[in-house]
């Protein structure tokens, strides 16, 4: 039995060949392409369950390029390759639609812990909501449609972006430690990895705030964790 079907983009023979071998021991279908334009072709052909997408790719469009047309029609777990892991490059990434990252070389147990982590997240069904609104001074997010408006203006959010505000919102007013939100939001194998957690917090911000460097939603507890502050009503 198929678990999923992956689709792994990188112009690397070697790397392609591993990543197929690591995913399909396991049960998972993988297909390939090993540039911009031929993956873009196999999205919309084998509508994949998750996209292992290279940075840097040859012949024209490159990983941040395809991820951002793969977002103009399609919601699939996108996950950069990247040979570097500087937080401006996790930034770019996100601003282009990616759910997460692995940095190169990477071994075969953190390839499957990673593919696994992902797919889990976008399959897990959320818990209901008693409420289906949050309003939130200028910030309302609405929970059923998945939608989040700031100063009346939709903001788009990649679905990664969404479980993060989410979180925070179903926990408005309290401090969530950095352990707390790495595990709801992107699993236990990450509750470690603070300096995600703050690359995707940063990016948040200047998506809702109206100056991000001066947050008045997002709010930070210096070695403890994130809070979505909102004002109280009578």
Known sequence: ??????????????????????????????????????ALEVVALEQPDLILLDIR????????????????????????????ARENDLLRGFDAGADDYLTKPFSAKELLARVKAVLRRYRCPEEVRTT???????????????RVFVRGKEVKLTPTEYR???????????????????????GTEYRDDIDYLRAY???????????P????????????????????TT
């Open 57 to 84: 790719l040859p012949h024209g469009i490159d990983g941040y390029q395809v991820c951002r047309r793969v977002r103009e029609f399609s919601d699939v777990p996108v996950i950069m390759l990247t040979a570097k």
């Open 164 to 186: 993060l505000l989410r979180v925070l919102a179903l926990n408005a007013n309290k401090v969530m430690l950095h352990r707390d939100l790495l595990t709801q939001v992107w």
């Open 132 to 146: 289906s609104e949050l309003t939130c001074g200028e910030l309302r997010i609405q929970f059923a449609q998945r």
């Open 1 to 38: 039995m198929v678990e999923a079907t992956i689709l792994a983009v990188d112009d690397e023979p070697r790397l392609l060949r591993l990543v197929n071998e690591v995913l399909t021991a396991v049960g998972y279908r993988v297909v390939t392409a090993n540039n911009g334009e031929s």
């Open 213 to 232: 460097h001066s947050p008045k939603y997002i709010l930070t507890t210096p070695g403890v964790g994130y809070m979505l502050a909102c004002p109280k």
């Open 201 to 211: 917090v940063r990016y948040l911000r200047q998506k809702l705030e109206e100056d």
